[in-house]
Structures are given as structure tokens and as C-alpha cells.
């Protein structure tokens, strides 16, 4: 049956190819002919998804073997964590990267999720373009189906080792295990194992035998799925790392339980920050708005409505009896025109009317947002700081498309660099590609720019530009220190963590619509500092998430989102609204630190002042000075408010900011090794 | 001629008086503190808003305006602290009997504050004011503190001194000159015999040692004095006393510029800075020789000598012909505008580059034959 099966994507996809190639022929006929229609016609065929992907994989964000390996888990998560939420299940994932060669790995991801029947896990995870996202207008990670599909392939293609899947729908059912290949010619799954018909495991001992039998590494749950990939990769610590993707995955889904095991076989388990799954995204019908004319033309045709009047009801959200017939009055057409007869011409009107028609914004439930509260919570639990604001926008629309922006930020605390233990450091500094320390320091630790950099050089007494491989022990030891004494707060500049429906946007953060309208954000106002045009700095992390049924990224590897202006408006928007309540928290705390120190300074001359009256006239010393205490208690009388029975300052509390605050003394934090 | 000779080398009701003023200091801060009142202190202003020039004694005269130093204000709290540091380190010495240098007395009240790395002072410009302060809130002076500052400044003449105790001849002191001495009250300086018939007052040291090289004191029957720039409280005091006692005329021989003009000024009606000490050190009818604005067009100088007047030189000699001792003296306007209208200012070396001895021996004689000076 995989044979028959073929996306229609795929075929446009080929077609549009086909074309291309059939254009190309027509140069050069004022020349002597090279070849004749007929020759080249010999040559002109069909190019399948699988090899077309096969030979641009960096399109899918397979540039280089780094890459590769987050790309490759980033897809299997996504997918098991769509498929968990689509189930209403709590997802609870196992990611284990194995070393099996000097540039090999094995990526096994697992997930508690419904499982997949047995007909499908071929296609899903064997076949490019083939998937159940692309078609409708839902919130999920997943949008085209080509992801796992192309991790596959991009393994086999590396390693010549088969995609390996187990699933199981059930805790009585039999799970189904299979070896995969993509045939990349025809963009098809070929089964290996089982003469070609894969393994059954039973639910029992037998089935338990089986398993061991065939080497297949499986969690014992009652449902879900694993998919395991040999590639060739390279492993890497820092930024753009897998490890990062997994802790920002962790941050903006508190609901999800997070196992693994890194190369070198440390185990780092994320508990679920909360119990509650969020709400099920309802799927929506496309809105007039956002429709391209191609799009139209293609609907129109396919359209089971008898009347155009009823197609636009039925195929469109938003459209009611009466906005259909103003849009078909606008386009000059009778409601009652059957589609079938829409030519390109009444489409092109039809295009136009809608344009010009008042039509409501889309229904903007289908988006559900990881809300305040947990994206403090989340904030919370993977950067310490100090100070956490959060604020989730109300829902707004671009292009026909309804989105909400979220933006949680985190003040204070240390930098990734300081929380950095020296045999992490050590292994950064071996694998680092770094020509120099300086570079080295500044790529892999977010929060570390140029300035911060130079300094902890010159802290640790090195040269900036010796390589960070040809390090001594010694040396290490004397830099590990310098980056945990260097006050990296002045030259620290804001880190970005950037999310589209929760997923962790990792590259091209400056062709991001969330970057460039942070850095035109005015954050001098709210108590940063921040030269024109670039990232404030501070100790400060800021999360940024963009929910929506369709995100706009600007390439298919979803590295960055596209800006459209009706999304930077809401982003601007929801900085503010966090910046706000930063520079409330900031002008608070200096507050408090000027009533300290106003105090501080006069206890300092009280001493000296009593001590000089008692040499002038014998007055005892310590009863003028406890009097002297008295006065000044008195005079600092507004210190005093913000002072607690020890004598340390108070806080100010969250109900100060009106909500989606969170207020962590740093001293009362266990320290995290 | 030494009418004081008789004061008892050691005032002790002098002393006595200074150290309850200093103990009635503390015993308000322990009776504010007690009350638990602000802790202040009321410092008479030592700036140009509270002083009244006396237009019938001709001098500098403080106001009444005072300024609060409070301890519980964070811009004042150091420099309270730092004033009754001071009044106690006066106490001692009076209590002991013995006198320091104003240097001395910062050091021995220098030191770290428990448990900071923060001074009681920084260094010495940060004591020296508190002490000027001491002397107005106390209403005594420097030496009633039993402080004194450096030496500085030079003398040379026909005079002979006697200086706690030894005899000095002011007519043998070689290249070098007498030393002016931060305290020259009669209990320390006597005259015992001049011959000199006036007083020269020249603005630096390099100039003074023209005029004794050449022996201009000897030739034209004198005292030759210098400041070392703004002459210091002991050369004014000596000044004083040489005008007030021995009757002598005083002259100033300074430089073409806002900084001579304001010397003459501080020499002629006390400064505005010590204000409290013009009833005591102003000469009010001491006269002002020269560099005059003219000179340069009078004495055919080289246009080498001139140097162009700077913003605060021009900012400087707008402020001096506006102050009230001067704003009334037509002469004096005349010289400021034709100083300003050059664009220049004169040195006295300026003189010396014309010939090496013409300012000693045609051009002071010259002016004080022609009695061609400025009041």
C-alpha cells in the first residue's frame, strides 16, 4: 500500500521541478544545437522529495554533523510531544544519545505517547511530505511532515544504518518493531526486518525474550514510541547545543517530563513543573484574509459545495451567509455560481472582493498559550535570578493567521558561564572549533560578549588570542576561576531565548522578528543599559514565545521568524509590558540599597564622632553613641520600613506589581553545582 | 616701637577661653543627641554672599549668614564628622600646650574608620578647610588653635627682628632671606630696630631675588618681601604689623593679570575667604605699584612678553572689576578695560627681559619718585 500512497505536496513538488528543467532548454538556439528536444528529453525525469531533500539537506537544517544531531532529536521530540498532547496524554520523554564511533551516534528518543498502528509508522517515519499537521490550521510544533522522515534519511544516508521504530498503542496490544530504509528514489519506506513485514512483540515473557533478542532498546511502558537513528554528528556542549534545546524544551513545557542521557552517560531527569496538560489547540478553518490566490483556485476546485455562496461558508471560518453574498456582490458573481466553473478570472475576483470585504478576525481560541504562571514557574526552575515578569498578549492576527505573543524575563543571578563546572569546561575547551580563547568564550556561553570575554582573559592572565585546545591543566583551572570571579553582570549582555509554539528557536537569531524587535526596544527606560541598536545588557534572560497556527519562519529549517508587522507590534508590546514591571523591580531595589547605605554611612562617622566628644569633655562614649544610634534609627526612619528584624532589607513583594511577578531572594537558593 | 613686648609669652586665658568654646561644642552634641535633635552645626559662610566690604574702614568684613552641617545628611555627615575631629585635635594641643603644622595635625587625626578602608581624610585638602571652618565657628584663629602652616615667603631689609627669642638681622641673610614664619604675633616676633622707610611687596620668589641681588633694599632703603603667590596668613599678618606698628608704607610690585589684582585685593582688604581675619591683616592703604596694563606701550616692550589672555583670565577680571571694593574706582576700571582691551597680560619678568636689572633700577624707583601708583 506505501507504494500507492503519495502526498499530493509531493507531486506539486515535482511538478514544479519538472518544469524548471523543461524551461531551461530553450537558451542557446541561436548556437550550433548541442542536443535535440529528443536527446535531452531522454534525460528529463522526475525528481523524487527524498532525493531533492537528499541533496539540499541543509534546507532542513542538516548543514553540518552538529546541526545534524540537534535537528535530529529537535524532530523526534517535536513529534512526541505533539503526539502526547494530541492524545491528552502527560508526555513524558527518554532522549538517549549514544557514542558508537569517533563521529557516530545513536539517538533514541521515546515517548509515553498513544503509539502509532502498525500500517502507519512505516509511512510516518519512511516517507518525506507524508504526515497529518500539514493540512490544517491547528497549533502544533510539527507543520510538514518532513522532519523524522528526513532525520532518517540523513542517518542512512551518513551511516547506511536503517531508522529503528518501536511502538505500542497499548499496555495488552502487541508492540510492532521495525528497521527502516527511505527509498529515496521513489520517496518510500523498504522495510528490512521481519521478511519485510517488521516484528511483532507480544505483551508477555515471549515478547520480552523477543526484544532482547533483536537488541531493541525500549523503556517498559504500557504505550508509546521509539525512534532510533545512527548518524554521523558531532557532539557539542554550549550554544545551539542539544542540551540547550532540551533545558529551553523543558522551560516552555512545564508539563513535560524530560530523561537523558547525554555521550558520556550522565543522566539529567526535568521533572514536570506542573500536572496540567494544556488545553487541546482547536483546529480552525483557514480565515479569508490569509488565503493566497494560487490557494483559492486549488479550493475552489476541489470543493464539494454546489454554490460558491456555500463553499466560501463551509471552507472559510469567519464567513457567515451574509458576508459570502457581499464578497460574491463585490466579486460580480451569483452566490448560487458553481465552483467547477470558477475560472481563473472569477477566482482572481472573488480574491479581490475578499480583500476589500469587512470580514471579523479569526476565532482566537485555537491558540492556547503556556500562560504567565508557568512560564515563571519554568523561568524559575532553569535560570536562577532574582527577579521573574512574565506577560502573555491577547490573541491578534497577521495575515488571516491568529498568533499570541508571551514574553517571560528573568533578572539577576548568574551567567551560564559561572555555573560551569571545570571538567565541562574542559570538555567545551577540547571540542571547541574556537581559533582563539577570546572567540571561544564568546560563542559558547550566552550572556558572554566581547567585553566580558576580555575580561575573564585578564583575570586568568592569558593571552586572548592562544587556542583554547592547547590549554594546560593549570591553565584551565586559573580560567575556570577567573569566570567564576569576573563580575560578568556589566559586560553581560540580555540573552534571547526565542519559542514558536513552544518549540526552541536556536539559530539565526538575528534574522528573527523576536530579536530585532527586542533590540529596537528602548530598554534605558526601564533601567538597562543599552547602546543604540544592539541587545541591552544586564543579567538578563528573556523568553519569548509565538503561538499560532501558522508561524511564519523564514526558512523550512524554522531557525527564525518572519517579520510581518502586526507581530512586532504585539512583541513590542509584550516587552513593554515585562519591561515595565524590570524597571520597577530595579528602581525598588536601588531603593532600598540607597535608604541602606544612606544608614550605613552614618553609623560609619557615629564611631569616630562619639569617640572625639569623649576626648573633648569626657563624656562616656558608649552611652553617646547608643544615643547618636537612637537619632539615626530615627532619621533613617524610611530605611527602616524596608528593613527586616535582622537587619537585612526587604524585598518588595509580588503584590507590588500588580501579578505575573516572581520574587526569588538569591541567598535563600540552594546553590546548583 | 614694640609696643606689645610686654604680653606674657603664653596666653593661657587665651587658651582657656578657646578650649570651653571647643568643650561648649561637644556638650551640644551630647544634649542634641540626648534629645534626640538633629545634630547640627552652624558654620559662619565663608563666600563672597556673606561678605560686606566697610566702605569707611576699607575692608573685607564677614556676614552673619551661616551654614548648617548636619550629621544626618548624607552630603554633609563626613565633613561633621571631620569638624569635630578637628576641634579635638585642637583641644589637645592647646590642653598639651604645644602647636602643629596644619599637616601635622592631619596626620594625627588621619586614620582608617572600623570596619572600612575608608580615611577620616583623604589627604590634606580635605582637613585644611574643616580647620578654616573650626576658626569661624569658634571665632579664633589658626594660632589660638595652636596650628600653623608652612613657611612661606621671604623678607629682606633693613630691619632687625627677634624671633622666639634669637635676633635676626634681616639685612645678613644673604641670597636666601628670612624666612616668614606662619605665626608672627608679637609673642613670637618682636622688632627691635628698622631703618627702612617703606616695605616692597613683590608676588614671587624669583622676582624677590632680582630686587635682593641687585640690592635694591639697600639702594632705595627697604623691606623686600615676598608671597610665593597669594602670600600666605603669616606674610600678611607681618605686613600688617610692619604698616600698623613701624607706620611703613606698604607697595606691591605683582603681575599684569586677574591673579595679581586679586593679590593686591586680598593684601588691601582681606580676602573673602578669611574674611573674620581682614580686621587684622587688611592694609587698606597699601598701594599697588605695578605691572600696570600700560606698561607695555611705556616701557617699548617686546611683543614676545605678551600672553594671550584665556576665557577665565577674561571670565576672572570681569568678576574683580565687579567686586564692591573695586567697582567704584575709576582708575581701577580703567586699567581692568585696558588690560581686557590689550588681550594680553604682562609678568614682571616681562620687565627683566628688557634689560636684567631695569625693573630694579629705572622702573620701581621711577614709579616710586613719580608717586605713580594705583589705590
Not at chain 1, 193 to 199: A, L, P, S, T
Not at chain 1, 589 to 602: N, T
Not at chain 1, 606 to 617: D, M, Q, S, Y
Not at chain 2, 142 to 157: C, I, K, P, S, W
Request: proline content about 5%; hydrophobic content about 35%.
Amino acid at each position: 500500500m506505501s507504494e500507492t500512497t503519495s502526498s499530493p505536496e509531493a507531486d506539486d513538488l515535482t511538478e514544479t521541478n519538472g518544469e524548471a528543467t523543461t524551461g531551461s532548454n530553450g537558451d542557446g538556439h541561436k548556437n550550433r544545437r548541442r542536443a535535440t528536444a529528443q536527446s535531452m528529453a531522454a534525460s528529463q525525469k522526475e525528481i523524487s522529495v527524498s532525493e531533492f531533500f537528499a541533496k539540499n539537506r541543509h534546507l532542513l537544517g542538516f548543514d553540518n554533523p552538529r546541526k545534524a544531531l540537534l535537528t535530529t532529536v529537535k524532530e523526534a521530540v517535536d513529534n512526541a510531544l505533539d503526539a502526547c498532547e494530541e492524545a491528552g496524554i502527560l508526555p513524558e520523554i527518554w532522549v538517549h544519545i549514544e557514542r558508537v564511533g569517533e563521529d557516530r551516534f545513536k539517538v533514541g528518543v521515546q515517548d509515553n505517547g498513544p503509539g502509532i498502528v502498525r500500517a502507519q509508522i512505516p509511512l510516518i517515519f519512511g516517507k518525506l511530505l507524508y504526515g497529518s499537521k500539514f493540512h490544517r490550521m491547528r497549533m502544533s510544533r510539527g507543520q510538514q511532515g518532513i522532519g523524522i522522515s528526513a532525520a532518517g534519511m540523513y542517518g542512512m544516508l551518513t551511516t547506511g544504518k536503517p531508522v529503528k521504530i518501536m511502538s505500542k498503542v497499548s499496555k495488552r496490544s502487541d508492540a510492532h518493531y521495525y528497521e527502516l530504509q527511505i527509498d529515496t528514489k521513489r520517496n518510500r519506506p523498504d522495510i528490512l526486518n521481519g521478511k519485510g513485514e517488521g516484528v511483532v512483540i507480544e505483551p508477555n515473557d515471549k515478547g520480552r525474550r523477543n526484544t532482547e533478542k533483536h537488541g531493541i532498546e525500549w523503556v517498559e511502558i504500557d504505550h508509546g514510541t521509539r525512534v532510533t537513528i545512527e548518524l554521523e554528528a558531532r557532539y557539542q556542549r554550549g550554544r545551539g547545543s542539544v542540551d540547550e534545546y532540551l533545558e529551553q524544551t523543558a522551560m516552555a513545557n512545564p508539563h513535560v517530563m524530560v530523561h537523558y542521557t547525554d555521550p558520556d552517560g550522565s543522566v539529567w531527569d526535568r521533572p514536570r513543573v506542573t500536572d496540567t496538560l494544556p488545553p487541546e489547540p482547536r483546529e480552525i478553518k483557514p480565515h479569508p484574509y490569509g488565503v493566497e490566490l494560487g490557494r483559492l483556485v486549488g479550493m475552489l476546485k476541489e470543493t464539494k459545495a454546489p454554490t460558491i455562496g456555500q463553499f466560501l461558508i463551509q471552507s472559510f471560518s469567519r464567513v457567515s451567509p451574509s458576508i459570502a453574498r457581499k464578497i460574491c456582490e463585490g466579486a460580480k458573481l451569483g452566490v448560487r455560481t458553481t465552483p467547477a466553473k470558477c475560472e481563473r478570472q472569477e477566482a482572481d475576483a472573488i480574491y479581490k472582493s475578499i480583500q476589500t470585504a469587512k470580514i471579523p478576525a479569526p476565532a482566537t481560541d485555537c491558540l492556547v498559550p503556556i500562560g504567565e504562571d508557568l512560564i515563571l514557574k519554568g523561568l524559575h526552575q532553569i535560570i536562577p535570578g532574582e527577579f521573574y515578569a512574565a506577560a502573555t498578549r491577547p490573541p491578534s492576527v497577521y495575515r488571516g493567521n491568529p498568533f499570541l505573543i508571551e514574553v517571560g524575563l528573568a533578572f539577576g543571578g548568574t551567567s551560564p558561564a559561572q555555573r560551569i563546572s571545570i571538567d565541562g569546561l574542559k570538555e567545551m575547551l577540547d571540542a571547541s572549533d574556537a581559533r582563539t580563547l577570546r572567540q571561544f568564550l564568546s560563542m559558547t556561553f550566552d550572556g558572554i560578549g566581547a567585553d566580558a570575554a576580555d575580561k575573564i582573559i585578564a583575570a586568568s592572565e592569558m593571552r586572548p588570542r592562544v587556542s583554547p585546545g592547547k590549554l594546560e591543566k593549570e591553565e584551565i583551572v586559573k580560567l575556570h576561576e577567573a569566570m567564576q570571579n569576573v563580575n560578568l553582570n556589566d559586560g553581560q549582555s540580555m540573552s534571547i531565548l526565542r519559542y514558536a509554539n513552544r518549540v526552541p528557536l536556536q539559530f539565526q537569531a538575528a534574522a528573527c522578528a523576536i530579536t530585532q524587535t527586542v533590540m529596537g526596544t528602548n530598554w534605558r527606560s526601564y533601567g538597562l543599559s543599552q547602546s543604540r541598536g544592539s541587545l541591552p545588557s544586564g543579567p538578563v534572560t528573556l523568553m519569548v514565545h509565538m503561538a499560532s497556527v501558522w508561524v511564519p519562519f523564514t526558512s523550512e529549517s524554522k531557525e527564525a521568524v518572519a517579520s510581518y508587522p502586526e507581530i512586532q507590534k504585539e512583541l513590542r508590546l509584550a516587552l513593554q509590558a515585562v519591561g515595565r514591571k524590570l524597571a520597577m523591580f530595579l528602581r525598588k531595589r536601588l531603593k532600598v540599597k540607597h535608604e541602606g547605605q544612606r544608614r550605613a554611612i552614618f553609623l560609619r562617622y557615629l564611631g569616630e564622632v562619639a569617640t572625639a566628644v569623649h576626648a573633648i569633655n569626657g563624656t562616656d562614649r558608649e552611652q553617646l553613641l547608643e544615643r547618636l544610634m537612637k537619632v539615626a534609627q530615627k532619621r533613617t526612619a524610611s530605611a527602616d520600613a524596608q528593613f527586616d528584624d535582622r537587619g537585612r532589607p526587604l524585598e518588595p513583594t509580588e503584590k507590588d506589581f500588580g501579578g505575573s511577578v516572581l520574587i526569588v531572594d538569591p541567598a535563600s537558593e540552594p546553590l546548583e553545582k | 616701637m614694640a609696643k606689645k613686648s610686654d604680653t606674657k609669652p603664653k596666653l593661657k586665658p587665651r587658651d582657656t577661653e578657646t578650649i570651653e568654646q571647643i568643650v561648649s561644642l561637644a556638650n551640644g552634641i551630647v544634649t542634641a543627641a540626648g534629645g534626640g535633635r538633629d545634630l547640627s552645626i552652624d558654620i559662619p559662610t565663608r563666600s563672597l554672599a556673606n561678605v560686606r566690604y566697610n566702605k569707611t574702614r576699607k575692608i573685607l568684613e564677614m556676614g552673619k549668614g551661616t551654614n548648617s552641617r548636619q550629621l544626618f545628611n548624607l552630603s554633609q555627615a563626613k565633613s561633621y564628622m571631620q569638624t569635630i575631629l578637628v576641634a579635638q585635635g585642637a583641644s589637645r594641643l592647646i590642653g598639651e600646650g604645644k602647636s602643629n603644622s596644619i599637616r601635622g595635625l592631619y596626620y594625627t587625626l588621619k586614620h582608617k574608620i572600623a570596619p572600612t578602608s575608608e580615611n577620616t581624610f583623604e589627604d590634606q585638602a580635605e582637613c585644611d578647610p574643616i580647620i578654616e571652618d573650626l576658626e569661624v565657628i569658634l571665632g579664633s584663629l589658626r594660632e589660638e588653635l595652636h596650628l600653623f602652616a608652612d613657611n612661606r615667603g621671604g623678607m629682606v631689609g633693613n630691619i632687625i627682628l627677634e624671633d622666639s627669642g634669637d635676633e635676626i638681622n634681616c639685612g645678613r641673610m644673604g641670597s636666601g632671606g628670612y624666612a616668614v614664619p606662619s605665626i608672627v604675633e608679637p609673642e613670637v616676633i618682636r622688632f627691635k630696630e628698622c631703618t627702612a622707610k617703606f616695605v616692597l611687596h613683590v608676588e614671587k620668589g624669583t622676582v624677590w631675588q632680582r630686587f635682593n641681588e641687585d640690592k635694591f633694599w639697600r639702594n632705595n632703603n627697604c623691606i623686600l618681601t615676598h608671597g610665593a603667590g597669594q602670600p600666605p596668613r603669616g606674610v600678611r599678618r607681618m605686613l600688617y604689623r610692619l604698616h600698623n606698628e613701624l607706620k611703613l608704607p606698604i607697595y606691591c610690585l605683582l603681575d599684569n593679570d586677574p591673579w595679581g589684582y586679586y593679590i593686591y585685593s586680598v593684601i588691601k582688604q582681606g580676602s573673602i575667604n578669611l574674611a573674620y581675619e581682614s580686621q587684622r591683616m587688611a592694609i587698606p592703604e597699601a598701594r599697588f605699584l605695578g605691572l600696570r596694563s600700560s606698561d607695555y606701550e611705556r616701557c617699548a616692550l617686546s611683543d614676545s612678553v605678551q600672553i594671550a589672555l584665556n576665557d577665565t583670565d577674561r571670565k576672572r577680571a570681569k568678576q574683580i572689576a565687579g567686586y564692591p571694593w573695586f567697582a567704584h574706582k575709576k582708575s581701577w576700571q580703567k586699567e581692568i578695560d585696558k588690560m581686557l582691551d590689550n588681550g594680553f597680560k604682562l609678568e614682571v619678568e616681562a620687565l627683566i627681559s628688557k634689560d636684567i636689572s631695569y625693573v630694579t633700577e629705572e622702573y620701581t624707583p621711577q614709579r616710586l619718585k613719580d608717586q605713580d601708583w594705583l589705590d
